[in-house]
């Protein structure tokens, strides 16, 4: 039997197992294998698998498992939670990280790990929903008065004062889960969009609160977040 590495990372509730492909040799990343891994019974458990590799164009390569084993373009809480990761393992004070379409930058801040998530973009919109496109699909509802869609994950705007904007969260291969970091990104711009104007905004979730600033074309995602636990996985 061999014995993989891996660390428990978690953010606003919404938990990631974080396997270093930088450091471990890892195995076949099969579907049935993925699950496996993320099953909260029998496995480690946890909303989303994260696994490091080499990139040749930033500090590592990141790729993204829902708990189904499906795969996930973008993952903004396991952005900010790998950004911290790989601070701490290269001594940096702000890491690149590059993903399928894009590459983006953490670093430490006052308030925890903030990422540059890059450009968020609005795909199409009615008076009940806007889509945005930030490396994975979103829907954002304002209204609940649709059928869900299941080939992207969901966000309810559930209220709204000023500033401060609460969410529920519908992640496509992982179901509801207390944060969505991607999904806060695309709720900002979403109310960006139907408001037209852009100010920092607070999202709050299920499982806690994060920031969303910047712009469109380069969005960014703060908020603390937690190692929880390391170990071993028996293969």
Not at 48 to 67: G, H, Y
Not at 177 to 197: D, N, Y
Request: proline share 3%; with cysteine; net charge negative.
């Amino acid at each position: 039997m061999t014995a993989l590495p891996f660390t428990k990372m978690q953010a606003q509730g919404n938990d990631f197992i974080v396997l270093n492909g930088l450091t471990s040799t890892l195995p076949e990343l099969t579907t049935a294998w993925v699950r496996r891994i993320t099953e909260r019974r029998y496995g480690i458990g946890c909303d989303q698998l994260l696994v490091l590799e080499q990139s040749d164009s930033a500090d590592a390569a990141m790729r993204i498992f829902n708990n189904d084993g499906s795969k996930a373009a973008n993952c903004g809480n396991g952005l900010r939670c790998v950004g911290q990761l790989l601070m701490q393992l290269l001594g940096k004070e702000m890491v690149s990280i590059a993903l399928g379409d894009r590459i983006v930058y953490a670093e430490t801040t006052i308030n925890g790990i903030c990422v540059d998530m890059g450009a968020a973009t609005v795909t199409g919109s009615t008076e009940s929903h806007v889509d945005i496109d930030i490396g994975n699909l979103h829907r954002v509802f304002f209204e609940a008065t649709e059928a869900f869609p299941s080939d992207r994950n969901v966000e309810i705007v559930t209220g709204q004062i000023a500033s401060h904007v609460y969410i529920d969260i519908i992640e496509r291969g992982a179901g509801r889960t207390l944060a969505c970091g991607s999904g806060a990104c695309a709720t900002a711009a979403a109310i960006w969009s139907a408001e037209g104007e852009v100010r920092p905004l607070t999202i709050e979730m299920p499982g806690g609160t994060v920031t969303v600033s910047g712009c469109p074309k380069n969005i960014k995602l703060e908020g603390p977040v937690t190692q929880t636990f390391s170990g071993v996985f028996t293969l």
